[in-house]
């Protein structure tokens, strides 16, 4: 059968010994399950690291975020599609590929159930896996640091405020006045998350699109618009006051009156581990009940 995801030659596969592994925040019952994961990787002479945060969470020590992205050779994402999707976004720069483990519902990122997740170590050992790359978002806000969304940068008016009114330009021109609540601007591995919510399309993760998807427009005649990866999009205020940028529904930053935030797709996604048998599509069905009857 053909392949359409975008599979990834990497060099770590058959030479990965150390694995640097992160814990859903807040999340102190998962050192059990830690404690067997980590046995079961040292039998097949993994290394295994914790990040500090993780870590101190559950009473032992670990690396700082920086140390332990430079030391592993594969990052191990253990609670759901939220943890994997910080990890993604805060280890972007270190290039390095992610397996997500999930401890609860069925994810659309994170790979394995956490019943899985043993029998799946001796494939990682062996190289037996695929490597699929996810286009990223890069945000920056007038002349600050860059930051990065593996799913969506949404800018959406403050607390209970009236509408906002953004415009939006394309590659330096301007292209457009949104009036309503907000503005998402999402990745395909995004556009089943809050996009979906405000009637955006579902978008094969694999391809290289920047979707812009309104929230409770006031004109019926702003639609949902899918542009190919190679276009800068830029947005301002169009009126005095200020809204939030919220990127990928985890860190919040203003946008000010006389700001421009520019967006743009990162040249270079992040990189999840997945089994051979992953099927996109049987995920897709599973969590949204397409093709079940009444």
């Known amino acids: 059968?053909?392949?359409?995801?975008?599979?990834?030659?990497?060099?770590?596969?058959?030479?990965i010994q150390t694995l640097g592994v992160f814990l859903r925040p807040s999340t102190p019952e998962l050192k059990d399950y830690f404690l067997e994961f980590?046995?079961?990787?040292?039998?097949?002479?993994?290394?295994?690291?914790?990040?500090?945060?993780?870590?101190?969470m559950i009473g032992m020590r670990g690396l700082n975020f920086d140390e332990l992205c430079?030391?592993?050779?594969?990052?191990?994402?253990i609670g759901g599609d939220g943890t994997l999707i910080s990890t993604a976004r805060?280890?972007?720069?270190?290039?390095k590929p992610i397996l997500g483990i999930n401890m609860g519902h069925l994810g659309f990122l994170t790979d394995l159930q956490k019943h899985e997740a043993e029998a799946f170590l001796p494939?990682?050992?062996?190289?037996?896996?695929?490597?699929?790359?996810?286009?990223?978002?890069?945000?920056?806000?007038?002349?600050?640091?860059?930051?990065f969304a593996l799913n969506d940068i949404v800018l959406t008016r403050l607390n209970d405020a009236g509408m906002i009114h953004l415009k939006a330009y394309i590659d330096g021109e301007?292209?457009?006045?949104?009036?309503?609540?907000?503005?998402?601007?999402?990745?395909?591995t995004g556009s089943t998350a809050y996009n979906i919510s405000a009637g955006g399309a579902v978008v094969y993760p694999f391809s290289k699109n920047i979707l812009l998807t309104p929230i409770c427009a006031h004109s019926l005649?702003?639609?949902?618009?899918?542009?190919?990866?190679?276009?800068?999009?830029?947005?301002?205020?169009?009126?005095?006051?200020?809204?939030?940028?919220?990127?990928?529904?985890q860190e919040?930053?203003?946008?000010?009156?006389?700001?421009?935030?520019?967006?743009?797709?990162?040249?270079?996604?992040?990189?999840?581990?997945?089994?051979?048998?992953?099927?996109?599509?049987?995920?897709?069905?599973?969590?949204?009940?397409?093709g079940d009857f009444e």
């Open 38 to 56: 980590q046995a079961k990787a040292t039998q097949l002479e993994f290394r295994v690291i914790l990040d500090s945060i993780s870590a101190g």
């Open 123 to 147: 494939s990682l050992k062996s190289g037996n896996y695929t490597i699929t790359e996810h286009m990223m978002l890069e945000g920056r806000i007038q002349d600050n640091t860059n930051f």
């Open 221 to 249: 005649t702003q639609r949902p618009l899918i542009l190919p990866d190679s276009f800068e999009i830029a947005i301002e205020l169009g009126e005095a006051g200020r809204c939030n940028i919220v990127i990928d529904g």
């Open 174 to 188: 301007y292209f457009n006045a949104y009036y309503g609540d907000g503005l998402i601007i999402a990745t395909p």
């Open 1 to 15: 059968m053909k392949s359409h995801s975008k599979i990834t030659q990497d060099n770590t596969k058959h030479n």
């Open 252 to 290: 919040s930053k203003p946008l000010k009156f006389g700001e421009k935030i520019t967006i743009c797709a990162k040249n270079e996604g992040v990189r999840l581990i997945h089994s051979p048998h992953w099927n996109y599509f049987k995920i897709l069905r599973e969590k949204f009940h397409w």
């Open 90 to 95: 805060r280890s972007v720069t270190y290039k």
């Open 70 to 77: 430079k030391e592993a050779d594969v990052l191990i994402s």
